[in-house]
């Protein structure tokens, strides 16, 4: 099995060197940085992270045109989708991940476009195989798990109109309140659903007897946890935004929300313990879940659901600050906003405390 290894990481030196030479042969001279940067980025040793440096390189290709751009992610997905390398895969798809996370605005959107198309550039990777060693095998379930999981964050992304990383300041923060308090109720549904999505993928973390310890493997779940704080926090807000909803949701609002809120309570047990301050939004999710669940809409008051149901046809927004009335046949429905009233604050290390 050693002479295998070192036979193997042999073969890996002199395939990065071959290939980076080809580049320099072949590639197009004003690209020709690109193509060694990502090369040298995303090497054949399974054992360590991209080089920040040749990440950064490939970064700033986000800040040119839009050409230059897409140019950079055409190639880094060719990379992806020729390789049968395991090592290889993964460190392409951490490049893309830290498009998602640093990249900017021009690189993100050419990354985004070609999943929501269906294009060449897919990030599926469900059939990969590289079984040369016990490491590459375990290391190819986590090259299917994580190409899985970057799809659900883009797709999250498409939903929600913005990556995670956006909320991570109060400005943001507050922004993304207003955001969120201005979505009718399917809206709101449709993005807590996506965020459980992506949370439980987060729970299926492929396991990892032969890769602890593993630089590479580190390097993954660092920015997996990052990614899982901040969907957190996404949910905190949106469940707050629900909280305050609870008394005007139709009866098949309600059931998908508890359905929604059940599914993420589903998740807690294979994830992560992060903070003591991490459980105060863990407990929020299951006394909302519970208060939709003692509700008189949710036990069958037909009058509350009739109510809902007018409300419903006016408006299923919820509101900017003020209480408004709607006048309707001599009744008039009231909504709350939450925006103003006092909540329990806490925060994730590196983040603002949120709600």
Same mark, same amino acid.
């Given at each position: 099995?050693?002479?295998?290894?070192?036979?193997?990481?042999?073969?890996?030196?002199?395939?990065?060197?071959?290939?980076?030479?080809?580049?320099?042969?072949?590639?197009?001279?004003?690209?020709?940085?690109?193509?060694?940067?990502?090369?040298?980025?995303?090497?054949?040793?399974?054992?360590?992270?991209?080089?920040?440096?040749?990440?950064?390189?490939?970064?700033?290709?986000?800040?040119?045109?839009?050409?230059?751009?897409s140019t950079a992610?055409e190639a880094l997905?060719?990379?992806?989708?020729?390789?049968?390398?395991?090592?290889?895969?993964?460190?392409?798809?951490?490049?893309?991940?830290?498009?998602?996370?640093?990249?900017?605005?021009?690189?993100?959107?050419? =990354? $985004?476009?070609?999943? @929501?198309?269906?294009?060449?550039?897919? &990030? #599926?990777?469900?059939?990969?195989?590289?079984?040369?060693? !016990?490491?590459?095998?375990?290391?190819?379930?986590?090259?299917?798990?994580?190409?899985?999981?970057?799809?659900?964050?883009?797709?999250?992304?498409?939903?929600?109109?913005?990556?995670?990383?956006?909320?991570?300041?109060?400005?943001?923060?507050?922004?993304?309140?207003?955001?969120?308090?201005?979505?009718?109720?399917?809206?709101?549904?449709?993005?807590?659903?996506?965020?459980?999505n992506l949370i439980?993928?987060?729970?299926?973390?492929?396991?990892?007897?032969?890769?602890?310890?593993?630089?590479?493997?580190?390097?993954?779940?660092?920015?997996?946890?990052?990614?899982?704080?901040?969907?957190?926090?996404?949910?905190?807000?949106?469940?707050?935004?629900?909280?305050?909803?609870?008394?005007? =949701? $139709?009866?098949?609002? @309600?059931?998908?929300?508890?359905?929604? &809120? #059940?599914?993420?309570?589903?998740?807690?047990?294979?994830? !992560?313990?992060?903070?003591?301050?991490?459980?105060?939004?863990?407990?929020?999710?299951?006394?909302?879940?519970?208060?939709?669940?003692?509700?008189?809409?949710?036990?069958?008051?037909?009058?509350?659901?009739?109510?809902?149901?007018?409300?419903?046809?006016?408006?299923?927004?919820?509101?900017?600050?003020?209480?408004?009335?709607?006048?309707?046949?001599?009744?008039?429905?009231?909504?709350?906003?939450?925006?103003?009233?006092?909540?329990?604050?806490?925060?994730?290390?590196?983040?603002?405390?949120?709600?």
């Open positions: 099995m050693g002479r295998v290894k070192i036979l193997r990481d042999f073969i890996g030196i002199i395939k990065d060197k071959a290939s980076q030479s080809k580049a320099a042969l072949i590639s197009n001279p004003k690209t020709l940085s690109l193509h060694v940067a990502l090369l040298r980025a995303t090497t054949h040793d399974p054992f360590t992270p991209p080089d920040p440096r040749y990440l950064a390189t490939l970064l700033s290709f986000g800040h040119s045109s839009r050409a230059t751009a992610v997905m060719d990379r992806l989708q020729t390789t049968r390398d395991a090592a290889v895969a993964i460190k392409c798809l951490v490049t893309v991940h830290h498009i998602i996370k640093r990249g900017s605005f021009i690189l993100q959107d050419q =990354l $985004s476009v070609y999943p @929501s198309t269906g294009g060449k550039n897919y &990030l #599926k990777l469900s059939d990969f195989r590289d079984d040369m060693t !016990p490491l590459t095998w375990e290391l190819s379930s986590w090259v299917r798990w994580y190409a899985l999981y970057l799809e659900n964050l883009l797709s999250t992304w498409r939903i929600l109109g913005s990556f995670l990383y956006s909320t991570s300041s109060s400005v943001d923060k507050h922004k993304e309140e207003e955001k969120v308090s201005s979505l009718i109720n399917s809206e709101l549904l449709k993005e807590i659903n996506s965020l459980g439980e993928q987060i729970g299926r973390t492929p396991d990892s007897l032969n890769s602890k310890g593993n630089m590479l493997i580190d390097e993954v779940l660092g920015l997996v946890g990052e990614d899982y704080l901040s969907s957190i926090n996404e949910v905190s807000i949106r469940v707050s935004e629900f909280r305050e909803r609870l008394g005007c =949701l $139709s009866f098949v609002d @309600s059931v998908e929300l508890a359905c929604a &809120l #059940k599914r993420l309570e589903d998740c807690k047990e294979g994830l !992560p313990r992060v903070s003591q301050r991490m459980e105060t939004v863990w407990g929020s999710i299951s006394e909302v879940k519970d208060q939709i669940g003692n509700s008189e809409v949710c036990k069958g008051d037909k009058g509350r659901s009739l109510i809902v149901g007018r409300r419903n046809k006016v408006s299923e927004s919820a509101r900017f600050g003020e209480r408004v009335a709607v006048k309707r046949g001599g009744d008039s429905v009231k909504f709350s906003s939450g925006r103003f009233l006092s909540f329990n604050e806490f925060s994730f290390p590196g983040y603002e405390s949120i709600d």
